[in-house]
């Protein structure tokens, strides 16, 4: 797999999202931090709900300005700029140019009533002074470059004459069309069939290896974070609860809710029709109604009165010293006062 270099191209820290509402202010990511590393892919999985998305649209402030607020302690560094503190026109020159993103559904991120052509074109006019042919080669080459077939032809067709994988294909395009230094990738593969899955994250992988991009992916789906993941964040309910490389995330899990997650997958070699997959019990809590303590404590089969009673600290789970960052490349770290340890859990087929 590539390896990143040693330092950090977005250094995300305290991270705290808050919406207001009818009902008051909710906080929807709550103190998360992170690093990304150029060339390298982090995974951030999670069931729905968890803060995800949120956290990613924090980081290039699509989220909506009237209703958003964030932390004052709150930094997200690119480049020694805290993004929070841009004004929207700056934002706009970030956005598309610098960091790129590729929308969880393809239909409803492409304009439907122009051609794919001039949506791709559009990207290059705002960030480039390419001149309008120069554009349209621009535009084609991207294409090729995300191997959609017929690339001169697809350029003037509309969004509902291509296929969903084409689709994808051209919001990658789109996004990819600026050389950003980062990409981010929202459920990039969700409305895909298994075969056009594998394609996508092929061709994610080989783009990150040609242009040394580095990638935030956002799923729920292990399987494709085992496929194509360096890192890997595990969320729940706003917060970070495990961080660490792949292997150790699916051969030595230290939360029980990440435990949870994979025993949910499907086993290679299993006969799924015998045996039905466990499931975690309960609901993830109400971010108007959050438990005092542990935010999985109700869904733990694992929980004591400790659980109950107080949040949990992100801690390096051989020195039990608090950590506070989901940071460093190598180093796990669980927001867990009772975490598994390592001789429960077992080599994992991925």
Known sequence: M?????????????????????????????GVSFDLYPGETLGIVGESGCGKSVTNKSIIRLLPERVTQYDPDSNISYHGQNLLELSERQMRSIRGNDIGMIFQEPMTALNPVFTVGWQIEEALKYHSKLSSSRRRDKAIEMLRLVEM?????????????????????????????????????????????????????????????????????????????????????????????????????????????????????????????????PAIE???PSLFDLPVGCRFADRCQRRQPACEAA?????????????????????????????????QTKERQV
């Open 311 to 343: 949040l949990p600290e992100l801690v390096d789970p051989e020195t039990k010293s608090v950590t506070r960052l989901a940071t460093g490349r190598t180093t796990p770290s669980v927001r867990c006062f009772y975490p598994l340890e390592l001789r």
């Open 282 to 284: 309960g609901m993830v």
């Open 149 to 277: 077939p017929n690339p001169v032809k697809r350029m003037d067709e509309y969004p509902h004459q291509l296929s969903g994988g084409m689709r994808q294909r051209v919001v990658i395009a789109m996004a990819l069309c600026c050389s950003p230094e980062i990409l981010i990738a929202d459920e990039p593969t969700t409305a895909l069939d298994v075969t056009i899955q594998s394609q996508i994250l092929r061709l994610m992988d080989d783009l990150k290896k040609k242009t040394g991009t580095a990638i935030i992916l956002i799923t729920h789906d292990l399987g494709v974070v085992a496929q194509a993941c360096d890192r890997v964040i595990v969320m729940y309910a706003g917060q970070v609860v495990e961080t660490g490389g792949v292997r150790d995330i699916f051969h030595r899990p230290r939360h029980p809710y990440t435990r949870a997650l994979l025993d949910s997958m499907p086993k290679p070699g299993a006969a799924g029709h015998q045996k039905r997959l």
């Open 2 to 30: 590539h390896m990143p270099e040693d330092r950090p191209i977005l250094k995300v820290r305290n991270l705290r999202t808050r919406f207001k509402t009818d009902r008051g202010i909710v906080t929807a990511v709550d």
